[in-house]
């Protein structure tokens, strides 16, 4: 089972953090603007110095090589970055990618080809997704992935993040500002404070 494990994990002068969320589980992650939610999904991804334990499925994050650790950890980023002027040329092999998830936010293969330059922001968020559940990743973190869609897109990208969390017992940490999202999608939510202290809160439903 591939559960994620963050054991006193510092970074710069925040920390330390510890928490776990077991595979087939999402966990609620919200907190003031600035708190450092997304410096956290950073840390965990790997991409600052740190220092601290993180293990998925049991495996230490410092015996995997790096670019492996962040397939099996995939981190959507509250701004997805784009570079090539296709759609396509994001994805290691767009055949391959599920006509399912396309079209579960919309799309059909078609989008492959689309310019980059032409998307508007709610078609960049739901692209990035695919992309991210493309390297079929076994835990993921998830900076307020919704943030710039209309409640249809909102309620499809729900379901097909939570069905990936199912189908492959993935881990989630999901960012949001949005109580009332975090007590669909999740049973347990941590609240980062001002400051980036991480406490955990328990069950949104049970918070009120
Ligand atoms: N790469 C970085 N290195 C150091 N500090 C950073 C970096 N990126 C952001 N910060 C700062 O760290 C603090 C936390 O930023 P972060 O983006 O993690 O907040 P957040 O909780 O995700 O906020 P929001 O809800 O607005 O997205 C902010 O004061 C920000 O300016």
Redesign the pocket.
């Known amino acids: 089972m591939p559960d994620l494990e963050v054991i006193n994990l510092c970074f710069?002068d925040r920390g330390p953090y510890s928490f776990r969320i077991d595979g087939g589980e999402c966990v609620g992650l919200q907190?003031?603007?600035?708190?450092?939610?997304?410096?956290?999904l950073?840390a965990i991804v790997d991409l600052?110095p740190r220092t601290g334990k993180l293990r998925l499925g049991g495996i230490d994050a410092d015996r995997v090589p790096a670019p492996q650790w962040r397939r099996l950890v995939g981190l959507l980023p509250?701004e997805s970055g784009w570079w090539l002027d296709r759609v396509g040329e994001h994805f290691a092999d767009f055949r391959s990618v599920d006509d399912a998830i396309l079209a579960a936010v919309g799309f059909d293969r078609s989008v492959g080809n689309w310019q980059v330059s032409r998307l508007s922001t709610g078609e960049r968020q739901r692209l990035a997704i695919v992309r991210l559940l493309a390297n079929g990743p076994q835990c993921l973190l998830l900076?307020?992935p919704t943030a710039s869609l209309d409640p249809g897109s909102v309620a499809n990208v729900e379901a097909l993040l939570l069905n990936h969390c199912g189908a492959r017992q993935a881990s989630l940490l999901w960012?949001s500002?949005d109580p009332d999202q975090l007590a669909r999608v999740s049973r347990r939510r941590l609240i980062?404070e001002r400051g980036g202290r991480l406490v955990d809160a328990g069950a949104p439903a049970d918070a009120r």
């Not at 907190?31 to 956290?40: C, M």
């Open positions: 710069q907190g003031a603007s600035g708190a450092g939610k997304s410096l956290l950073r600052d509250a900076d307020e960012v500002h980062m």
